[in-house]
Protein backbone atom coordinates (compact mmCIF):
# COMPACT_ATOMS: atom_id res chain seq x y z
CA UNK A 1 0.00 0.00 0.00
CA UNK A 2 1.26 3.75 -0.78
CA UNK A 3 2.46 5.75 2.20
CA UNK A 4 -0.16 8.68 2.21
CA UNK A 5 1.92 11.73 2.09
CA UNK A 6 0.29 15.57 2.66
CA UNK A 7 -0.31 17.87 5.40
CA UNK A 8 0.01 15.00 8.31
CA UNK A 9 3.64 13.99 7.14
CA UNK A 10 4.29 18.08 6.72
CA UNK A 11 2.93 18.59 10.52
CA UNK A 12 5.49 15.17 11.82
CA UNK A 13 8.08 17.03 10.07
CA UNK A 14 7.67 20.53 11.35
CA UNK A 15 7.55 18.62 14.80
CA UNK A 16 10.81 17.00 14.61
CA UNK A 17 12.18 20.25 13.53
CA UNK A 18 11.08 22.37 16.67
CA UNK A 19 11.58 19.57 18.77
CA UNK A 20 15.65 19.72 17.60
CA UNK A 21 15.79 23.44 17.31
CA UNK A 22 14.50 23.88 20.84
CA UNK A 23 11.12 25.43 19.35
CA UNK A 24 12.60 27.41 16.93
CA UNK A 25 12.40 27.29 13.45
CA UNK A 26 12.81 29.69 9.86
CA UNK A 27 10.91 30.44 7.44
CA UNK A 28 13.10 28.58 4.97
CA UNK A 29 13.02 25.44 6.80
CA UNK A 30 9.41 25.61 6.50
CA UNK A 31 8.87 26.17 3.09
CA UNK A 32 11.78 23.65 2.79
CA UNK A 33 9.23 21.36 4.53
CA UNK A 34 6.40 21.92 2.01
CA UNK A 35 4.63 24.42 4.60
CA UNK A 36 3.15 27.34 2.31
CA UNK A 37 3.20 31.14 2.77
CA UNK A 38 -0.86 31.02 3.59
CA UNK A 39 0.09 28.30 6.24
CA UNK A 40 2.46 30.64 7.52
CA UNK A 41 0.79 33.07 7.76
CA UNK A 42 -2.33 31.27 9.48
CA UNK A 43 -0.34 29.71 12.00
CA UNK A 44 1.11 33.44 13.15
CA UNK A 45 -2.11 34.95 13.07
CA UNK A 46 -3.73 32.31 15.28
CA UNK A 47 -0.85 32.39 17.80
CA UNK A 48 0.81 29.01 17.17
CA UNK A 49 3.77 30.85 15.74
CA UNK A 50 5.37 34.18 17.55
CA UNK A 51 7.99 36.06 15.45
CA UNK A 52 11.82 35.84 17.08
CA UNK A 53 13.30 37.40 14.58
CA UNK A 54 12.86 38.41 11.10
CA UNK A 55 11.95 35.07 9.02
CA UNK A 56 12.51 32.94 12.53
CA UNK A 57 9.34 31.87 14.66
CA UNK A 58 9.06 30.11 17.97
CA UNK A 59 6.32 28.26 18.89
CA UNK A 60 3.73 29.29 21.39
CA UNK A 61 4.82 28.00 24.93
CA UNK A 62 8.41 27.05 23.86
CA UNK A 63 10.32 27.58 27.07
CA UNK A 64 12.66 30.56 27.01
CA UNK A 65 16.46 29.05 27.36
CA UNK A 66 19.62 30.14 26.18
CA UNK A 67 19.90 27.13 23.67
CA UNK A 68 16.58 28.27 22.15
CA UNK A 69 18.14 32.04 22.06
CA UNK A 70 21.30 30.40 20.43
CA UNK A 71 20.03 28.75 17.42
CA UNK A 72 17.39 31.35 16.76
CA UNK A 73 20.01 33.75 16.33
CA UNK A 74 21.89 31.63 13.87
CA UNK A 75 19.08 30.96 11.97
CA UNK A 76 17.70 34.93 11.84
CA UNK A 77 21.37 35.02 10.14
CA UNK A 78 21.22 32.28 7.35
CA UNK A 79 22.34 29.13 6.41
CA UNK A 80 26.31 29.51 6.55
CA UNK A 81 25.73 31.33 9.87
CA UNK A 82 27.58 29.57 13.14
CA UNK A 83 27.44 30.59 17.06
CA UNK A 84 30.72 32.89 17.51
CA UNK A 85 33.04 34.18 20.18
CA UNK A 86 31.96 34.92 23.49
CA UNK A 87 28.24 33.10 22.94
CA UNK A 88 29.78 30.13 21.47
CA UNK A 89 32.40 29.87 24.58
CA UNK A 90 29.09 30.10 26.61
CA UNK A 91 27.13 27.20 24.73
CA UNK A 92 30.60 25.08 25.03
CA UNK A 93 30.66 26.09 28.48
CA UNK A 94 33.69 27.30 28.82
CA UNK A 95 32.56 30.92 30.25
CA UNK A 96 29.69 30.86 32.63
CA UNK A 97 29.12 34.54 31.16
CA UNK A 98 25.91 34.48 28.71
CA UNK A 99 25.91 37.68 26.46
CA UNK A 100 22.63 39.77 26.23
CA UNK A 101 23.80 40.07 22.54
CA UNK A 102 24.78 37.13 20.49
CA UNK A 103 27.69 36.46 18.81
CA UNK A 104 27.34 35.06 15.23
CA UNK A 105 29.70 34.70 12.41
CA UNK A 106 28.75 34.76 8.75
CA UNK A 107 30.96 34.55 6.22
CA UNK A 108 29.00 36.61 4.02
CA UNK A 109 29.53 40.41 2.91
CA UNK A 110 25.29 40.56 4.11
CA UNK A 111 24.82 44.09 5.76
CA UNK A 112 21.10 43.05 6.74
CA UNK A 113 21.11 43.33 11.10
CA UNK A 114 18.93 41.78 13.61
CA UNK A 115 18.52 43.48 16.89
CA UNK A 116 20.11 41.38 19.98
CA UNK A 117 22.99 40.20 17.77
CA UNK A 118 25.97 41.11 17.12
CA UNK A 119 27.13 39.81 13.43
CA UNK A 120 30.60 39.36 12.73
CA UNK A 121 31.89 38.92 9.11
CA UNK A 122 35.15 36.96 9.13
CA UNK A 123 37.50 36.45 5.45
CA UNK A 124 37.14 33.22 5.90
CA UNK A 125 35.39 30.65 7.96
CA UNK A 126 37.23 26.81 7.26
CA UNK A 127 34.12 23.93 7.52
CA UNK A 128 37.32 22.47 10.24
CA UNK A 129 36.67 25.63 12.33
CA UNK A 130 32.61 24.59 12.80
CA UNK A 131 30.70 22.10 14.43
CA UNK A 132 27.30 21.34 15.86
CA UNK A 133 26.87 21.37 19.47
CA UNK A 134 24.12 20.63 21.83
CA UNK A 135 22.27 20.60 18.00
CA UNK A 136 23.61 24.41 17.77
CA UNK A 137 25.85 25.15 14.63
CA UNK A 138 28.70 27.17 15.91
CA UNK A 139 32.86 27.62 15.78
CA UNK A 140 34.35 24.48 16.94
CA UNK A 141 36.55 25.02 20.32
CA UNK A 142 39.66 25.62 19.18
CA UNK A 143 38.37 28.85 16.78
CA UNK A 144 36.17 30.03 19.78
CA UNK A 145 39.25 30.33 21.45
CA UNK A 146 40.91 32.42 18.94
CA UNK A 147 37.86 34.74 18.44
CA UNK A 148 37.34 35.03 22.19
CA UNK A 149 41.32 36.15 21.77
CA UNK A 150 40.39 39.28 20.30
CA UNK A 151 37.64 40.35 22.17
CA UNK A 152 38.70 39.29 25.58
CA UNK A 153 41.26 40.08 28.15
CA UNK A 154 44.03 37.59 29.32
CA UNK A 155 42.97 36.18 32.19
CA UNK A 156 39.52 35.88 30.53
CA UNK A 157 41.44 33.60 27.85
CA UNK A 158 43.10 31.76 30.42
CA UNK A 159 40.36 30.65 32.38
CA UNK A 160 38.43 29.79 29.06
CA UNK A 161 41.72 27.35 28.01
CA UNK A 162 41.38 26.11 32.32
CA UNK A 163 37.76 25.05 31.53
CA UNK A 164 38.24 23.31 28.25
CA UNK A 165 41.42 21.05 29.75
CA UNK A 166 38.98 20.20 32.86
CA UNK A 167 36.09 19.56 30.41
CA UNK A 168 38.00 17.59 27.99
CA UNK A 169 37.52 19.97 25.11
CA UNK A 170 40.68 21.30 24.44
CA UNK A 171 42.89 19.27 21.60
CA UNK A 172 46.14 19.92 20.92
CA UNK A 173 46.75 19.01 17.38
CA UNK A 174 43.01 20.49 16.90
CA UNK A 175 44.67 23.80 18.33
CA UNK A 176 47.34 23.96 16.19
CA UNK A 177 45.65 23.16 13.15
CA UNK A 178 43.18 25.90 13.21
CA UNK A 179 45.96 28.73 14.94
CA UNK A 180 47.45 27.73 11.51
CA UNK A 181 44.67 28.42 9.99
CA UNK A 182 44.17 31.21 11.43
CA UNK A 183 47.79 32.63 11.45
CA UNK A 184 47.38 36.19 10.37
CA UNK A 185 44.64 37.24 12.80
CA UNK A 186 44.93 39.20 15.57
CA UNK A 187 43.47 36.76 18.11
CA UNK A 188 45.74 33.88 17.00
CA UNK A 189 48.59 35.90 18.17
CA UNK A 190 46.92 36.64 21.27
CA UNK A 191 46.19 33.33 21.84
CA UNK A 192 50.04 31.95 21.40
CA UNK A 193 51.01 34.57 23.45
CA UNK A 194 48.83 33.26 26.16
CA UNK A 195 49.97 29.55 25.37
CA UNK A 196 53.56 30.91 25.77
CA UNK A 197 53.12 31.80 29.36
CA UNK A 198 50.03 29.53 30.47
CA UNK A 199 49.36 25.67 30.87
CA UNK A 200 45.75 24.73 30.77
CA UNK A 201 44.14 23.44 33.55
CA UNK A 202 46.40 25.73 35.78
CA UNK A 203 44.62 28.07 37.34
CA UNK A 204 40.76 27.05 37.32
CA UNK A 205 39.10 29.01 39.89
CA UNK A 206 35.81 27.44 40.87
CA UNK A 207 34.14 30.60 42.35
CA UNK A 208 34.64 34.46 42.27
CA UNK A 209 36.61 34.61 46.04
CA UNK A 210 39.19 32.26 44.64
CA UNK A 211 39.36 34.42 41.35
CA UNK A 212 39.74 37.66 43.29
CA UNK A 213 42.02 36.29 45.29
CA UNK A 214 44.25 34.87 42.42
CA UNK A 215 44.09 38.13 40.96
CA UNK A 216 45.66 39.99 44.27
CA UNK A 217 48.07 37.51 44.45
CA UNK A 218 49.20 38.73 40.64
CA UNK A 219 48.50 42.42 41.06
CA UNK A 220 51.32 42.12 44.29
CA UNK A 221 53.86 40.10 41.78
CA UNK A 222 53.76 37.03 44.02
CA UNK A 223 55.29 33.72 43.13
CA UNK A 224 52.35 31.99 41.01
CA UNK A 225 50.87 29.90 43.20
CA UNK A 226 49.03 25.95 42.05
CA UNK A 227 45.45 26.43 42.01
CA UNK A 228 42.99 23.32 43.54
CA UNK A 229 46.06 20.90 43.72
CA UNK A 230 45.96 17.84 45.49
CA UNK A 231 48.23 17.55 48.41
CA UNK A 232 47.87 14.33 50.84
CA UNK A 233 44.31 13.44 51.53
CA UNK A 234 43.41 16.75 50.41
CA UNK A 235 42.38 19.74 47.32
CA UNK A 236 44.18 22.70 48.64
CA UNK A 237 42.65 26.11 47.17
CA UNK A 238 46.00 27.74 46.66
CA UNK A 239 49.81 26.24 47.45
CA UNK A 240 53.21 27.25 47.22
CA UNK A 241 54.58 24.14 47.35
CA UNK A 242 58.57 25.09 47.42
CA UNK A 243 57.97 27.96 50.24
CA UNK A 244 55.27 25.07 52.00
CA UNK A 245 52.43 27.63 52.24
CA UNK A 246 49.01 26.53 51.71
CA UNK A 247 46.13 28.83 51.15
CA UNK A 248 42.34 28.21 51.75
CA UNK A 249 39.60 30.87 50.49
CA UNK A 250 36.73 30.97 53.25
CA UNK A 251 33.76 31.93 51.00
CA UNK A 252 30.78 32.15 53.09
CA UNK A 253 28.10 30.03 54.93
CA UNK A 254 29.36 27.07 54.58
CA UNK A 255 32.68 27.61 56.75
CA UNK A 256 30.28 28.67 59.42
CA UNK A 257 28.69 25.02 59.89
CA UNK A 258 30.13 23.24 62.99
CA UNK A 259 31.16 19.89 60.60
CA UNK A 260 33.15 22.48 58.47
CA UNK A 261 34.75 24.15 60.86
CA UNK A 262 35.85 20.34 62.41
CA UNK A 263 37.01 19.51 58.39
CA UNK A 264 39.03 22.88 58.28
CA UNK A 265 40.65 22.27 61.62
CA UNK A 266 41.68 18.36 60.70
CA UNK A 267 43.18 20.09 57.41
CA UNK A 268 44.84 22.47 59.27
CA UNK A 269 46.15 20.42 61.21
CA UNK A 270 47.35 17.97 58.70
CA UNK A 271 48.61 20.22 56.96
CA UNK A 272 51.14 21.62 60.07
CA UNK A 273 52.01 18.39 61.33
CA UNK A 274 53.59 17.56 57.23
CA UNK A 275 55.51 20.83 57.45
CA UNK A 276 52.89 23.29 55.72
CA UNK A 277 51.80 26.73 56.92
CA UNK A 278 47.92 27.05 56.75
CA UNK A 279 46.46 30.12 56.00
CA UNK A 280 42.82 31.28 55.61
CA UNK A 281 41.23 34.42 54.04
CA UNK A 282 37.69 35.30 53.85
CA UNK A 283 35.83 37.10 51.11
CA UNK A 284 35.92 40.86 53.24
CA UNK A 285 39.60 39.88 53.79
CA UNK A 286 40.37 39.55 50.49
CA UNK A 287 38.27 42.65 48.89
CA UNK A 288 37.91 44.63 51.77
CA UNK A 289 41.47 44.53 53.80
CA UNK A 290 43.57 43.24 50.60
CA UNK A 291 46.43 44.74 52.13
CA UNK A 292 46.30 42.59 55.12
CA UNK A 293 46.15 39.32 52.92
CA UNK A 294 49.55 40.51 51.08
CA UNK A 295 50.98 41.17 54.37
CA UNK A 296 50.45 37.69 55.87
CA UNK A 297 51.28 36.30 52.37
CA UNK A 298 54.43 38.27 52.02
CA UNK A 299 55.80 37.15 55.35
CA UNK A 300 54.45 33.31 55.00
CA UNK A 301 56.24 33.74 51.48
Request: net charge positive; aromatic share 4%; hydrophobic share 35%.
Amino acid sequence: MQRKSGPTDVERQVALLLARQFGRVSRHQLLRIGLGPEAIRHRVSTGRLTRAHRGVYCVTGAPLTREGRWIAAVLACGSSAVLSHRSAAALWRLTDKDPAVIDVSLPSRSTRSHEGIRLHRPRRLDLEDCARHRGIPATTVARTLIDCAEVLGSRSIERALDEAEYLRLLDERDLVDALERNRTRTGAARLRATLSRHKPGTTRTRNPLEEAFLLLTRQAKLPAPEVNEPLGPYEIDFLWRPQRVAVETDGGQSHDRLTQRERDSARDAWLTANGYRPLRFTWHQVTQRPHEVLAALRAAL
